[in-house]
Protein backbone atom coordinates (compact mmCIF):
# COMPACT_ATOMS: atom_id res chain seq x y z
CA UNK A 1 0.00 0.00 0.00
CA UNK A 2 1.96 3.14 1.21
CA UNK A 3 0.70 6.49 2.93
CA UNK A 4 1.57 10.35 2.51
CA UNK A 5 1.48 13.60 4.26
CA UNK A 6 2.23 17.12 3.17
CA UNK A 7 2.13 20.27 4.85
CA UNK A 8 1.83 24.01 3.70
CA UNK A 9 2.60 26.56 6.46
CA UNK A 10 3.47 30.31 7.44
CA UNK A 11 5.95 28.78 9.41
CA UNK A 12 8.60 26.43 9.20
CA UNK A 13 6.91 22.90 8.66
CA UNK A 14 9.50 19.96 9.39
CA UNK A 15 8.08 18.77 12.40
CA UNK A 16 4.80 19.03 11.71
CA UNK A 17 5.64 16.87 8.60
CA UNK A 18 7.76 14.68 9.99
CA UNK A 19 5.45 13.76 13.03
CA UNK A 20 2.45 13.56 10.61
CA UNK A 21 3.83 11.13 7.51
CA UNK A 22 5.41 9.07 10.69
CA UNK A 23 1.73 8.44 11.35
CA UNK A 24 1.53 6.63 8.49
CA UNK A 25 4.13 3.84 8.97
CA UNK A 26 0.95 1.19 9.44
CA UNK A 27 0.73 1.58 5.42
CA UNK A 28 4.27 0.65 4.71
CA UNK A 29 7.37 -1.28 5.42
CA UNK A 30 10.39 -0.66 3.01
CA UNK A 31 10.85 2.68 2.19
CA UNK A 32 10.16 6.20 3.82
CA UNK A 33 10.73 9.44 2.77
CA UNK A 34 10.53 13.82 2.68
CA UNK A 35 10.81 16.75 0.74
CA UNK A 36 10.43 20.00 1.88
CA UNK A 37 10.75 23.46 -0.26
CA UNK A 38 12.61 26.53 1.72
CA UNK A 39 14.81 29.02 0.75
CA UNK A 40 17.37 27.17 -0.77
CA UNK A 41 14.58 25.38 -2.71
CA UNK A 42 13.85 21.54 -3.00
CA UNK A 43 15.92 19.47 -0.45
CA UNK A 44 14.79 15.46 0.24
CA UNK A 45 15.78 12.59 1.88
CA UNK A 46 14.96 8.42 1.46
CA UNK A 47 15.80 6.05 4.06
CA UNK A 48 15.56 2.31 3.96
CA UNK A 49 12.97 1.42 7.44
CA UNK A 50 12.36 -2.01 6.73
CA UNK A 51 13.96 -2.90 9.86
CA UNK A 52 14.02 0.59 11.42
CA UNK A 53 10.83 2.99 12.19
CA UNK A 54 10.57 5.89 10.44
CA UNK A 55 11.40 8.34 13.88
CA UNK A 56 14.83 6.85 14.43
CA UNK A 57 16.02 6.93 10.80
CA UNK A 58 14.79 10.72 10.41
CA UNK A 59 15.57 12.06 13.48
CA UNK A 60 18.77 14.04 12.28
CA UNK A 61 16.69 14.70 8.89
CA UNK A 62 14.40 16.92 11.06
CA UNK A 63 17.37 19.19 12.44
CA UNK A 64 19.19 19.78 8.44
CA UNK A 65 15.59 19.82 6.61
CA UNK A 66 14.30 23.38 6.22
CA UNK A 67 10.91 25.08 4.76
CA UNK A 68 7.50 25.88 5.07
CA UNK A 69 6.36 23.85 2.80
CA UNK A 70 7.12 19.46 2.30
CA UNK A 71 5.40 16.14 0.94
CA UNK A 72 6.68 12.89 3.08
CA UNK A 73 5.95 9.73 1.97
CA UNK A 74 5.87 5.54 3.31
CA UNK A 75 5.87 2.81 0.92
CA UNK A 76 6.51 -0.33 0.44
CA UNK A 77 7.68 -0.19 -2.91
CA UNK A 78 9.63 2.60 -4.59
CA UNK A 79 11.48 5.10 -3.11
CA UNK A 80 9.85 8.67 -2.46
CA UNK A 81 9.72 12.14 -3.12
CA UNK A 82 10.95 12.11 -6.35
CA UNK A 83 12.75 15.78 -7.66
CA UNK A 84 11.68 16.71 -10.58
CA UNK A 85 12.42 19.61 -13.16
CA UNK A 86 10.63 19.77 -16.27
CA UNK A 87 9.11 22.62 -18.84
CA UNK A 88 6.70 22.80 -15.74
CA UNK A 89 9.03 23.98 -13.16
CA UNK A 90 10.43 22.09 -10.54
CA UNK A 91 8.30 19.99 -8.09
CA UNK A 92 8.48 17.10 -5.53
CA UNK A 93 6.23 13.74 -6.15
CA UNK A 94 4.86 11.42 -3.72
CA UNK A 95 2.10 8.43 -5.10
CA UNK A 96 0.28 5.67 -4.12
CA UNK A 97 -1.31 3.18 -6.25
CA UNK A 98 -0.81 0.66 -8.82
CA UNK A 99 -0.09 1.28 -12.62
CA UNK A 100 -0.94 -2.26 -14.43
CA UNK A 101 -0.23 -0.81 -18.17
CA UNK A 102 3.40 -0.21 -17.36
CA UNK A 103 4.88 -1.32 -20.14
CA UNK A 104 2.38 0.85 -22.80
CA UNK A 105 2.88 3.82 -20.66
CA UNK A 106 6.96 3.72 -21.15
CA UNK A 107 6.57 2.83 -24.54
CA UNK A 108 3.92 5.80 -24.78
CA UNK A 109 6.78 8.20 -22.76
CA UNK A 110 9.75 7.20 -25.45
CA UNK A 111 7.47 8.15 -28.22
CA UNK A 112 6.66 11.45 -26.88
CA UNK A 113 10.33 13.06 -26.56
CA UNK A 114 11.00 11.15 -22.92
CA UNK A 115 14.56 10.06 -23.12
CA UNK A 116 15.29 7.45 -20.15
CA UNK A 117 13.82 6.11 -16.91
CA UNK A 118 16.19 4.99 -14.05
CA UNK A 119 15.74 1.41 -13.35
CA UNK A 120 15.28 0.03 -9.78
CA UNK A 121 16.51 -3.24 -8.65
CA UNK A 122 14.71 -5.88 -10.66
CA UNK A 123 14.65 -3.84 -13.59
CA UNK A 124 11.56 -2.56 -12.38
CA UNK A 125 10.64 1.23 -13.41
CA UNK A 126 9.72 3.47 -10.28
CA UNK A 127 6.27 3.83 -10.83
CA UNK A 128 6.30 7.42 -9.25
CA UNK A 129 9.06 8.47 -11.87
CA UNK A 130 6.62 7.26 -14.95
CA UNK A 131 3.75 8.89 -13.35
CA UNK A 132 5.67 12.41 -13.79
CA UNK A 133 6.76 11.66 -17.15
CA UNK A 134 3.05 11.23 -17.54
CA UNK A 135 2.19 14.56 -16.51
CA UNK A 136 5.21 16.20 -18.07
CA UNK A 137 3.62 15.63 -21.37
CA UNK A 138 1.09 18.67 -20.94
CA UNK A 139 1.22 22.47 -20.89
CA UNK A 140 0.00 22.65 -16.99
CA UNK A 141 0.53 20.49 -13.90
CA UNK A 142 -3.62 19.98 -13.63
CA UNK A 143 -3.58 19.30 -17.44
CA UNK A 144 -0.90 16.92 -16.79
CA UNK A 145 -2.40 15.32 -13.75
CA UNK A 146 -5.58 14.99 -15.24
CA UNK A 147 -3.37 12.90 -18.07
CA UNK A 148 -1.93 11.06 -15.96
CA UNK A 149 -5.37 9.74 -14.49
CA UNK A 150 -6.45 8.78 -17.65
CA UNK A 151 -3.77 6.93 -18.96
CA UNK A 152 -2.78 4.90 -15.95
CA UNK A 153 -4.62 1.61 -15.52
CA UNK A 154 -4.94 0.79 -11.93
CA UNK A 155 -5.00 3.55 -9.25
CA UNK A 156 -2.91 6.74 -8.68
CA UNK A 157 -3.38 9.13 -5.80
CA UNK A 158 -0.48 11.54 -6.59
CA UNK A 159 0.99 14.93 -4.47
CA UNK A 160 2.79 17.32 -5.59
CA UNK A 161 4.99 20.03 -4.13
CA UNK A 162 5.81 23.35 -5.77
CA UNK A 163 6.99 26.50 -4.70
CA UNK A 164 3.06 28.08 -5.25
CA UNK A 165 2.12 24.60 -2.92
CA UNK A 166 0.95 21.41 -2.70
CA UNK A 167 -1.47 19.67 -5.63
CA UNK A 168 -3.35 16.91 -4.60
CA UNK A 169 -5.06 14.73 -6.98
CA UNK A 170 -6.73 12.02 -5.60
CA UNK A 171 -7.37 8.72 -8.01
CA UNK A 172 -10.41 8.68 -10.84
CA UNK A 173 -12.28 6.17 -8.97
CA UNK A 174 -11.39 7.49 -4.72
CA UNK A 175 -10.17 4.13 -4.03
CA UNK A 176 -7.81 5.76 -1.39
CA UNK A 177 -8.45 8.94 0.74
CA UNK A 178 -7.15 12.24 0.52
CA UNK A 179 -7.94 14.90 3.18
CA UNK A 180 -7.25 17.91 4.47
CA UNK A 181 -6.91 19.32 7.24
CA UNK A 182 -6.16 23.09 8.88
CA UNK A 183 -5.02 25.25 11.89
CA UNK A 184 -4.62 29.00 12.20
CA UNK A 185 -0.86 29.31 9.96
CA UNK A 186 -1.10 26.10 8.02
CA UNK A 187 -3.27 23.15 5.98
CA UNK A 188 -1.65 19.38 5.50
CA UNK A 189 -2.66 17.30 2.98
CA UNK A 190 -3.15 13.22 4.19
CA UNK A 191 -4.13 9.96 3.80
CA UNK A 192 -5.43 9.14 7.32
CA UNK A 193 -7.61 11.47 8.81
CA UNK A 194 -6.35 11.00 12.60
CA UNK A 195 -2.63 12.06 11.17
CA UNK A 196 -3.20 15.87 12.21
CA UNK A 197 -5.63 15.64 14.72
CA UNK A 198 -2.31 15.76 17.76
CA UNK A 199 -0.87 18.24 15.42
CA UNK A 200 -3.36 20.96 15.75
CA UNK A 201 -5.67 20.53 12.41
CA UNK A 202 -9.24 20.02 11.74
CA UNK A 203 -11.07 18.70 9.62
CA UNK A 204 -11.19 20.57 6.50
CA UNK A 205 -12.23 19.07 3.26
CA UNK A 206 -12.00 15.64 1.78
CA UNK A 207 -11.21 15.66 -2.00
CA UNK A 208 -14.05 13.85 -4.18
CA UNK A 209 -12.79 10.67 -6.76
CA UNK A 210 -10.56 12.32 -9.09
CA UNK A 211 -10.23 15.83 -8.17
CA UNK A 212 -7.62 18.24 -8.06
CA UNK A 213 -6.81 20.69 -5.57
CA UNK A 214 -4.28 23.02 -4.90
CA UNK A 215 -3.82 23.54 -1.09
CA UNK A 216 -1.18 26.27 0.78
CA UNK A 217 -1.20 27.65 4.25
CA UNK A 218 -4.93 30.00 3.70
CA UNK A 219 -6.73 27.13 2.40
CA UNK A 220 -7.76 24.99 0.22
CA UNK A 221 -8.85 25.48 -3.85
CA UNK A 222 -10.67 23.03 -6.55
CA UNK A 223 -9.05 23.21 -9.62
CA UNK A 224 -10.62 19.99 -11.08
CA UNK A 225 -14.51 19.02 -9.67
CA UNK A 226 -14.77 15.13 -8.90
CA UNK A 227 -16.06 12.91 -10.53
CA UNK A 228 -19.25 10.89 -9.49
CA UNK A 229 -18.54 7.48 -9.38
CA UNK A 230 -16.62 6.16 -6.35
CA UNK A 231 -15.03 2.73 -5.44
CA UNK A 232 -13.67 3.53 -2.36
CA UNK A 233 -11.38 0.10 -1.20
CA UNK A 234 -13.43 -1.51 1.57
CA UNK A 235 -10.35 -3.15 2.94
CA UNK A 236 -9.47 0.01 3.92
CA UNK A 237 -12.02 -0.96 7.19
CA UNK A 238 -11.59 -4.51 7.48
CA UNK A 239 -7.42 -4.31 7.69
CA UNK A 240 -5.56 -1.54 6.25
CA UNK A 241 -6.80 1.29 7.99
CA UNK A 242 -6.00 2.67 11.15
CA UNK A 243 -8.52 2.72 13.96
CA UNK A 244 -9.57 6.12 14.72
CA UNK A 245 -9.55 7.31 10.67
CA UNK A 246 -12.35 7.57 9.11
CA UNK A 247 -13.05 7.66 5.33
CA UNK A 248 -16.16 9.04 3.47
CA UNK A 249 -17.61 9.50 7.38
CA UNK A 250 -16.89 6.32 8.33
CA UNK A 251 -14.91 5.45 11.62
CA UNK A 252 -12.69 2.48 11.18
CA UNK A 253 -12.88 1.04 14.89
CA UNK A 254 -16.82 1.38 14.85
CA UNK A 255 -17.25 -0.24 11.25
CA UNK A 256 -15.16 -3.03 12.95
CA UNK A 257 -17.29 -3.15 15.86
CA UNK A 258 -20.25 -3.68 13.34
CA UNK A 259 -18.50 -6.30 11.46
CA UNK A 260 -18.03 -8.67 14.54
CA UNK A 261 -21.67 -7.89 15.49
CA UNK A 262 -22.73 -8.88 12.20
CA UNK A 263 -20.71 -12.17 12.53
CA UNK A 264 -21.86 -13.09 15.87
CA UNK A 265 -25.36 -12.22 14.42
CA UNK A 266 -24.67 -15.25 11.66
CA UNK A 267 -23.62 -17.28 14.38
CA UNK A 268 -26.71 -16.96 16.63
CA UNK A 269 -28.97 -17.15 14.49
CA UNK A 270 -27.02 -20.20 11.90
CA UNK A 271 -28.67 -22.91 10.77
CA UNK A 272 -26.16 -24.88 9.85
CA UNK A 273 -24.00 -22.55 7.67
CA UNK A 274 -20.92 -22.85 8.83
CA UNK A 275 -18.01 -25.45 7.80
CA UNK A 276 -17.68 -27.80 11.04
CA UNK A 277 -20.75 -26.87 12.78
CA UNK A 278 -23.24 -29.94 13.25
CA UNK A 279 -25.92 -28.28 10.63
CA UNK A 280 -22.92 -28.96 8.37
CA UNK A 281 -23.60 -32.76 8.44
CA UNK A 282 -27.16 -32.87 8.41
CA UNK A 283 -28.72 -29.55 7.64
CA UNK A 284 -32.14 -30.43 7.84
CA UNK A 285 -31.50 -32.24 11.81
CA UNK A 286 -29.73 -28.71 12.55
CA UNK A 287 -32.58 -26.44 11.29
CA UNK A 288 -33.80 -25.41 14.10
CA UNK A 289 -30.74 -24.97 15.97
CA UNK A 290 -28.75 -21.93 16.48
CA UNK A 291 -25.03 -22.38 16.53
CA UNK A 292 -24.91 -21.43 20.11
CA UNK A 293 -25.79 -24.47 20.41
CA UNK A 294 -23.71 -26.13 17.80
CA UNK A 295 -20.13 -24.11 19.36
CA UNK A 296 -19.57 -23.37 22.81
CA UNK A 297 -16.58 -20.90 23.01
CA UNK A 298 -15.00 -19.82 26.12
CA UNK A 299 -13.62 -16.73 24.91
CA UNK A 300 -13.34 -14.47 21.83
CA UNK A 301 -10.18 -13.52 20.63
CA UNK A 302 -9.03 -11.09 17.63
CA UNK A 303 -5.54 -11.92 15.87
CA UNK A 304 -3.74 -8.51 16.79
CA UNK A 305 -3.97 -6.08 15.55
CA UNK A 306 -7.05 -5.35 13.04
CA UNK A 307 -9.02 -8.51 14.34
CA UNK A 308 -9.21 -7.02 17.85
CA UNK A 309 -12.01 -4.75 17.64
CA UNK A 310 -14.04 -6.78 15.25
CA UNK A 311 -13.04 -9.37 18.14
CA UNK A 312 -14.92 -7.36 20.90
CA UNK A 313 -18.26 -6.10 18.57
CA UNK A 314 -18.57 -10.07 18.42
CA UNK A 315 -18.38 -10.49 22.42
CA UNK A 316 -20.31 -7.33 22.97
CA UNK A 317 -23.21 -8.86 21.37
CA UNK A 318 -22.83 -12.50 21.80
CA UNK A 319 -22.13 -12.05 25.62
CA UNK A 320 -19.16 -14.44 25.09
CA UNK A 321 -16.07 -12.89 27.40
CA UNK A 322 -13.58 -11.28 24.79
CA UNK A 323 -10.02 -12.53 25.80
CA UNK A 324 -6.29 -12.23 24.64
CA UNK A 325 -4.84 -15.90 24.52
CA UNK A 326 -1.76 -14.46 23.16
CA UNK A 327 -0.26 -10.61 23.26
CA UNK A 328 2.13 -8.96 20.94
CA UNK A 329 5.60 -8.45 21.74
CA UNK A 330 5.60 -4.58 21.10
CA UNK A 331 8.74 -3.53 22.85
CA UNK A 332 10.18 -4.83 19.29
CA UNK A 333 7.78 -5.26 17.21
CA UNK A 334 6.02 -2.32 17.59
CA UNK A 335 5.07 -2.46 13.75
CA UNK A 336 4.58 -5.32 11.04
CA UNK A 337 8.20 -5.64 8.61
CA UNK A 338 6.84 -8.36 5.94
CA UNK A 339 9.70 -8.88 4.20
CA UNK A 340 9.46 -10.94 0.80
CA UNK A 341 10.33 -13.89 1.84
CA UNK A 342 7.19 -16.52 2.64
CA UNK A 343 9.46 -18.29 5.07
CA UNK A 344 10.49 -14.94 7.45
CA UNK A 345 7.32 -14.00 7.39
CA UNK A 346 6.32 -16.72 9.06
CA UNK A 347 8.60 -17.15 11.49
CA UNK A 348 8.16 -13.12 12.32
CA UNK A 349 4.35 -13.68 12.66
CA UNK A 350 5.12 -16.24 15.26
CA UNK A 351 8.03 -14.47 17.21
CA UNK A 352 5.66 -11.19 17.95
CA UNK A 353 3.02 -13.44 19.47
CA UNK A 354 3.30 -14.51 22.95
CA UNK A 355 0.96 -17.30 24.25
CA UNK A 356 -0.59 -16.44 27.48
CA UNK A 357 -1.08 -20.41 28.97
CA UNK A 358 -4.10 -19.89 31.53
CA UNK A 359 -6.49 -18.24 28.49
CA UNK A 360 -5.98 -21.30 26.08
CA UNK A 361 -5.29 -24.46 28.02
CA UNK A 362 -8.29 -26.47 27.98
CA UNK A 363 -10.27 -23.57 26.62
CA UNK A 364 -12.64 -23.35 23.23
CA UNK A 365 -11.77 -20.20 21.51
CA UNK A 366 -13.19 -17.97 18.64
CA UNK A 367 -10.68 -16.23 17.00
CA UNK A 368 -11.63 -13.19 14.07
CA UNK A 369 -8.79 -12.37 12.10
CA UNK A 370 -8.98 -9.60 9.61
CA UNK A 371 -8.73 -11.98 6.63
CA UNK A 372 -7.49 -15.35 5.35
CA UNK A 373 -5.36 -14.79 2.66
CA UNK A 374 -2.68 -17.72 1.45
CA UNK A 375 -3.72 -19.48 4.96
CA UNK A 376 -0.04 -20.11 6.16
CA UNK A 377 -0.27 -18.16 9.26
CA UNK A 378 -3.31 -18.39 10.34
CA UNK A 379 -3.55 -21.79 10.37
CA UNK A 380 0.20 -21.94 12.04
CA UNK A 381 -1.29 -19.88 14.98
CA UNK A 382 -4.02 -22.15 15.13
CA UNK A 383 -1.62 -25.36 15.46
CA UNK A 384 -0.11 -23.06 18.27
CA UNK A 385 -3.22 -22.69 20.12
CA UNK A 386 -3.51 -26.17 20.14
CA UNK A 387 -0.13 -27.08 20.92
CA UNK A 388 -0.47 -24.38 24.04
CA UNK A 389 -3.67 -26.73 25.25
CA UNK A 390 -6.56 -24.88 23.34
CA UNK A 391 -9.59 -27.54 22.40
CA UNK A 392 -11.22 -25.93 19.74
CA UNK A 393 -10.06 -23.42 17.65
CA UNK A 394 -13.24 -21.59 15.53
CA UNK A 395 -12.31 -19.13 13.02
CA UNK A 396 -14.17 -16.10 11.50
CA UNK A 397 -12.74 -14.01 9.23
CA UNK A 398 -13.54 -10.60 8.64
CA UNK A 399 -14.13 -10.41 5.10
CA UNK A 400 -15.27 -12.65 2.58
CA UNK A 401 -12.95 -15.02 0.83
CA UNK A 402 -10.31 -13.44 -0.83
CA UNK A 403 -10.83 -14.55 -4.65
CA UNK A 404 -8.95 -12.12 -6.72
CA UNK A 405 -5.04 -10.18 -5.83
CA UNK A 406 -6.06 -6.77 -6.11
CA UNK A 407 -5.35 -4.65 -9.20
CA UNK A 408 -5.43 -1.36 -7.46
CA UNK A 409 -3.27 -1.20 -4.24
CA UNK A 410 -0.76 -3.72 -4.13
CA UNK A 411 -2.73 -5.23 -1.49
CA UNK A 412 -1.60 -8.70 -1.94
CA UNK A 413 2.29 -9.74 -2.71
CA UNK A 414 1.03 -12.45 -4.40
CA UNK A 415 2.98 -13.50 -7.77
CA UNK A 416 0.01 -15.56 -8.55
CA UNK A 417 -3.61 -16.18 -7.32
CA UNK A 418 -2.62 -19.92 -7.02
CA UNK A 419 -0.81 -17.97 -3.64
CA UNK A 420 -4.78 -17.69 -2.55
CA UNK A 421 -5.33 -20.46 -0.60
CA UNK A 422 -9.04 -20.19 -2.22
CA UNK A 423 -8.02 -20.61 -5.45
CA UNK A 424 -5.87 -23.39 -4.72
CA UNK A 425 -8.74 -25.44 -3.20
CA UNK A 426 -11.26 -24.72 -6.77
CA UNK A 427 -8.04 -25.56 -8.88
CA UNK A 428 -7.56 -28.77 -7.00
CA UNK A 429 -11.59 -28.83 -7.51
CA UNK A 430 -12.08 -27.88 -11.03
CA UNK A 431 -8.64 -27.99 -13.38
CA UNK A 432 -6.29 -25.26 -14.34
CA UNK A 433 -8.90 -23.64 -16.43
CA UNK A 434 -12.06 -21.92 -14.36
CA UNK A 435 -14.52 -19.83 -15.69
CA UNK A 436 -15.53 -16.18 -14.62
CA UNK A 437 -18.88 -18.30 -14.07
CA UNK A 438 -17.75 -20.91 -12.06
CA UNK A 439 -15.58 -18.41 -9.76
CA UNK A 440 -18.50 -16.06 -9.02
CA UNK A 441 -20.49 -19.60 -8.14
CA UNK A 442 -17.50 -19.95 -5.34
CA UNK A 443 -17.99 -16.90 -4.37
CA UNK A 444 -21.61 -16.77 -3.83
CA UNK A 445 -22.17 -17.70 -0.31
CA UNK A 446 -25.44 -19.57 -0.78
CA UNK A 447 -24.25 -21.95 -3.48
CA UNK A 448 -23.43 -25.52 -2.74
CA UNK A 449 -19.94 -24.73 -4.36
CA UNK A 450 -18.92 -22.26 -2.19
CA UNK A 451 -19.72 -24.67 0.97
CA UNK A 452 -17.44 -27.14 -0.05
CA UNK A 453 -14.41 -25.09 -0.64
CA UNK A 454 -15.53 -22.80 2.75
CA UNK A 455 -15.09 -26.90 4.22
CA UNK A 456 -11.93 -27.46 2.43
CA UNK A 457 -10.41 -24.78 3.86
CA UNK A 458 -11.34 -25.53 7.38
CA UNK A 459 -9.87 -28.99 7.05
CA UNK A 460 -6.91 -28.07 5.36
CA UNK A 461 -6.51 -25.39 7.88
CA UNK A 462 -7.38 -27.42 11.14
CA UNK A 463 -10.12 -25.11 12.35
CA UNK A 464 -12.77 -26.44 14.42
CA UNK A 465 -15.38 -24.58 12.58
CA UNK A 466 -14.79 -22.00 9.44
CA UNK A 467 -17.49 -19.10 8.82
CA UNK A 468 -16.74 -16.23 6.41
CA UNK A 469 -18.01 -12.86 7.33
CA UNK A 470 -20.48 -12.58 4.07
CA UNK A 471 -19.60 -9.30 1.36
CA UNK A 472 -23.55 -8.04 1.67
CA UNK A 473 -23.01 -8.22 5.36
CA UNK A 474 -19.80 -6.68 5.30
CA UNK A 475 -21.55 -3.82 2.69
CA UNK A 476 -23.62 -3.05 5.71
CA UNK A 477 -20.93 -3.14 8.14
CA UNK A 478 -19.39 -0.21 6.34
CA UNK A 479 -22.70 1.43 5.34
CA UNK A 480 -21.87 3.12 2.36
CA UNK A 481 -23.99 2.15 -0.67
CA UNK A 482 -22.23 -0.96 -2.25
CA UNK A 483 -21.69 0.50 -5.76
CA UNK A 484 -19.54 3.23 -3.89
CA UNK A 485 -17.24 0.25 -2.97
CA UNK A 486 -14.50 -1.68 -4.29
CA UNK A 487 -15.18 -5.02 -3.23
CA UNK A 488 -12.93 -6.80 -6.88
CA UNK A 489 -10.90 -9.29 -4.50
CA UNK A 490 -14.20 -11.20 -3.33
CA UNK A 491 -16.47 -10.76 -6.11
CA UNK A 492 -13.97 -9.95 -9.11
CA UNK A 493 -16.31 -6.91 -10.16
CA UNK A 494 -14.39 -3.91 -11.06
Known amino acids: MGGFFGVTSKNDCVMDLFFGTDYHSHLGTRRGGMAVYGPDG ?19 DVEELKGKQGIGSISDNEPQPLLIQSHLGSYAIVTVG ?25 GRINATELTAALINQK ?4 EGLLFAQEMIEGS ?9 GIYASRDRHGRTPVVVGKKDDA ?11 NLGYRDCYELGPGEIVLVNANGVQSLSAPRREMKICSFLWVYYGYPTSSYEGVNVEEMRYRCGKILADRDLGCKGGC ?64 PTSQNQRNLIAKMKLIPVDALIRDKSLLLIDDSIVRGTQLGETTEFLYESGA ?19 NFSRSNSELDLITRRVIRDREG ?22 VEEIRKRLNFTSLKYHRLDDLVEAIGLPKEKLCTYCWDGKE
Open 42 to 60: FQRSIHNIENTPFRTKFDK
Open 98 to 122: KINNESQLINHAFENGHIHFMEMSG
Open 139 to 142: QSLV
Open 156 to 164: MTILLLTPE
Open 187 to 197: CCVSFESFAYI
Open 275 to 338: AGCPGQADKQTAGNTASADAIHPDIVAGVPDSGIAHAIGYANKSGIPFARPFIKYTPTWPRSFM
Open 391 to 409: TEVHIRPACPPLMFGCKYL
Open 432 to 453: ENVSDELLADYANPDSQNYQEM
